[in-house]
């Protein structure tokens, strides 16, 4: 049997094409974007060693700031507002005795399958200034309010983040009915015999038995909003001015469109060490204690 | 009434927030398909809510004759469905050798797959679009395929190690003494097995790749091998006069996607959740 299954050549042939790959497309390019951060490259030449100085220019350049704000606020926003709003939806429809929960779950979930690029055209369309579906709305309502949403700075980071939360809130809701659903019933009961109402079981039971799930949609929401991409590149493209950059915002632009490789590669490195971060610190606050049954 | 009652007792504010978000998520959709049937008119100025006046399906014949969109489309699908065939059977083969074979560096070589899973791709863009350009890929599909294929390997690969782990050995035991050879065991033992898993992992990475935006956006430059997240993008320039063909042909891009979510609803959910299992 040792033999049968420590078949050498079988293994060669299981392991290696997977292995093959990742290395060279996965992990050797991780090593490469640390090895570059220190360079003055452009891609094409050897580049020259400097050190830490990108990093050090990347500390005194303002665009950086811009970068980690628009980053911590993408995140704060995402993380609020889909763990909050998915939390209420997945408690609501994880109740049996919930008339329609079938389409509910098929309307909050459907915006996750789309392309990002036709949620960002979509949403372009409605904070349109002049067509826009979200200033006729006002307009219907009797009330004198137009906002171009994205061409002023301040607003348009957050209206950026509306999209992204409005497109993965169903993520995060199937995510914690999951985790509802596994909380065993016989708790619930319990509570419910102790005279707890539906909305102290929830609280003081589900919630903190969910650590784990509540962990995980932490760890998702916050490194997705600090590598937010995609939304910006469509809707603002970094505007006005660079109002709207983030980290991998810079790091495109830095590599793909000024051809300085290095000064982008230090920061994806700064990228990384954030998520890296952030990650610990979420893993630190929630789920101190592992709660089993 | 009696239902309408009930309705109203089941803790009513909740409800409504509920019908309200629902309308909130849905809404913009409706919106979208209403108005790739509208002409510019109806869109802007005198029905710009509700449902067209007219329907004005040769919107679609536009978006689908004049402009790329059969390009793009078959190019997401070429794309697509190579990805899910090159990253299932590389992963698969892998994790079966991982959990289920006896050699060394076993654990190691597990764990070592497992770090792609923390590393976000837009880290290694730069390194990855050298890589691309030396290998002289740059603007085929292999571009697209080659890198899908490898970001997907580490999750797919974690998720099936645990389905194989699951099987009990017993299975391989008489396998190798009825004469099986492990190759024999592999196809006609041990993937009927996982099907259940296959399955979910055919639609995640179909799914994934179909929607992949950031990676495309710099590895392709080619009009000719554009994919429907990329060709959308460009459109905005063209269609600016025609507003109700842009619909269209974003209508059609999220067709597939949501067909297939309608027909597997359980099982695109369970696909796409699946990795708080792993990663959790």
């Not at chain 1, 060490?273 to 101190?288: K, M, P, S, W």
Request: some cysteine.
């Amino acid at each position: 049997m040792r033999k049968y299954l420590g078949n050498k050549t079988a293994i060669a042939i299981f392991t290696l094409p997977a292995l093959l790959l990742y290395t060279i497309m996965v992990f050797y390019p991780i090593m490469q974007t640390f090895f570059r951060s220190m360079f003055e490259w452009d891609g094409l030449s050897a580049g020259t060693f400097i050190w830490f100085d990108n990093y050090k220019e990347l500390l005194n350049d303002s665009v950086f700031h811009t970068a980690i704000y628009n980053g911590l606020i993408f995140a704060a926003i995402i993380t609020v507002t889909q763990i909050g709003i998915g939390s209420i939806l997945a408690f609501a429809v994880s109740d049996v005795s919930f008339k329609g929960r079938k389409i509910l779950r098929i309307s909050f979930f459907i915006p996750v399958v789309l392309s990002i690029t036709v949620v960002c055209q979509l949403w372009l369309s409605i904070y349109n200034s002049e067509y826009g579906l979200m200033n006729k709305l006002f307009d219907m309502l009797g009330i004198q309010y137009h906002q171009d949403w994205l061409s002023s700075g301040k607003s348009a980071i957050v209206a950026i983040a509306f999209v992204n939360a409005w497109q993965y809130m169903g993520y995060h809701f199937a995510l914690l009915l999951a985790g509802a659903k596994s909380v065993p019933e016989q708790y619930m009961e319990a509570a419910r015999i102790d005279g707890a109402t539906k909305l102290q079981a929830i609280v003081k039971i589900t919630i903190p038995m969910m650590a784990e799930t509540y962990k995980f949609c932490m760890v998702f929401a916050v490194t997705g909003g600090l590598n937010a991409f995609a939304n910006m590149y469509i809707m603002t493209s970094g505007g006005p001015g660079t109002s709207t950059y983030t980290l991998t915002y810079l790091m495109y632009r830095s590599a793909f469109r000024v051809g300085e490789f290095g000064y982008g590669s230090a920061a994806a490195a700064v990228l990384v060490i954030e998520c890296l971060l952030a990650t610990l610190i979420i893993n630190r606050l929630v789920a101190r204690e592992r709660i089993s049954y | 009434m009696t239902r309408f009652k009930k309705l109203l007792n089941n803790n009513w504010p909740v409800a409504c927030f509920m019908w309200l978000y629902a309308l909130l998520s849905v809404y913009p959709l409706v919106w979208m398909i209403f108005y790739s049937l509208k002409n510019n008119d109806e869109i802007f100025v005198s029905n710009p809510f509700g449902f067209p006046t007219h329907l004005r399906f040769e919107n679609y014949v536009d978006a689908w004759s004049k402009y790329n969109v059969p390009v793009y489309f078959s190019n997401s699908l070429i794309v697509a469905i190579a990805t899910v065939i090159g990253a299932i059977t590389l992963s698969v083969m892998f994790s079966f050798a991982a959990a289920r074979l006896q050699w060394r560096f076993r654990g190691i070589a597990h764990t070592y797959m497992m770090i792609g899973m923390f590393i976000p791709i837009q880290v290694i863009m730069i390194p990855l679009a050298i890589l691309v350009r030396d290998f002289h890929i740059a603007n085929t599909y292999g571009a697209l395929i080659i890198p899908y294929i490898a970001f997907n390997l580490s999750f797919t690969s974690i998720v099936f190690y645990g389905f194989f782990r699951s099987i009990p050995v017993d299975l391989e035991e008489s396998a190798c003494i009825d004469g099986a050879s492990i190759y024999r065991t592999f196809f006609s033992i041990m993937l009927p097995i996982i099907k259940p898993a296959l399955a979910t992992m055919v639609i995640f990475i179909f799914l994934n790749s179909w929607n992949e935006f950031t990676m495309a956006v710099i590895l392709i430059t080619k009009e000719s091998l554009k994919t429907l997240p990329l060709g959308l993008l460009f459109f905005q320039g063209q269609f600016t006069t025609n507003w109700g063909a842009m619909g269209a042909a974003m209508t059609i891009a999220s067709l597939p996607t949501v067909l297939i979510y309608m027909l597997f609803s359980e099982q695109v959910e369970n696909a796409l959740t699946v990795g708080s299992a792993v990663k959790g």
